[in-house]
């Protein structure tokens, strides 16, 4: 099956700092990915829709300026949490659809980010 | 906007038959997901309605009814394994929408 990974797994960074975390699709290509977060005990909000080569569609309420999405490659797509503070501190998953009319997504395994 | 509604937790005991709810109210549907997901853990795929009616596969069955915008996931002999968060999700073509997701304990 369609292998997605996720790195780190899990980050521990200071308040004002930026972390990234990569998404890769192992063994497809992704024309599309997507980002999700989520809080503890609550559901996956979806962040932002990023389709290679073009800019990222970002949800309501989504800072694109605070949460910078790349996807350069149809394998790797980057989540890059700038001046990081720790009501940021949450677990990041990204997903990945082989193309546009498909409805499977194949999830990483996600990424535990604190901030402290 | 979206909205999906589940309950918020469920218990059932080992070997029983436990049904979750999912309604929904999105502006675009293109089919209804559910999915498994284990604490800490992403989310592992179970099932996917587009029609109305009912998709059985092995112990776990989905059912959806487009009208009522409602559907069900069917968990059947029940397993200790099976204590995760139950997630419903509408896809409207462009993108996932989720649910608040539910929590299953199963006691022996």
């Known amino acids: 099956g369609a292998v997605v990974s996720q790195h780190p797994s899990w980050v521990i960074c200071k308040s004002g700092t930026s972390v990234k975390i990569e998404c890769r699709s192992l063994d497809f290509q992704a024309t599309t990915m997507f980002w999700y977060r989520q809080f503890p005990k609550q559901s996956l909000m979806l962040m932002a829709t990023s389709n290679e080569g073009s800019k990222a569609t970002y949800e309501q309420g989504v800072e694109k300026d605070k949460f910078l999405i790349n996807h350069a490659s149809l394998t790797l797509s980057t989540l890059t949490v700038t001046s990081a503070h720790p009501e940021d501190s949450s677990f990041y998953i990204c997903?990945?659809?082989?193309?546009?009319?498909?409805?499977?997504?194949?999830f990483g395994p996600g990424t535990r980010l604190t901030v402290t | 906007g979206q909205n999906i509604d589940q309950p918020t937790e469920m218990t059932a005991t080992e070997g029983a038959i436990v049904q979750i709810n999912c309604t929904y109210q999105t502006s675009g549907f293109n089919g209804l997901f559910w999915y498994q997901q284990h604490a800490g853990e992403a989310p592992t795929f179970l099932s996917y309605?587009?029609?109305?009616g009912l998709e059985e596969k092995g112990r776990f069955s989905s059912f959806l009814s487009r009208s009522k915008g409602y559907s069900y996931l069917l968990l059947k002999e029940l397993q200790m394994k099976d204590s995760a968060s139950y997630l419903c999700a509408v896809w409207d073509f462009n993108k996932f929408y989720f649910g608040s997701g539910t929590k299953l304990n199963v006691k022996p």
């Open positions: 997903s990945a659809r082989e193309d546009r009319t498909s409805y499977e997504q194949y």
């Open positions: 309605n587009v029609l109305d």
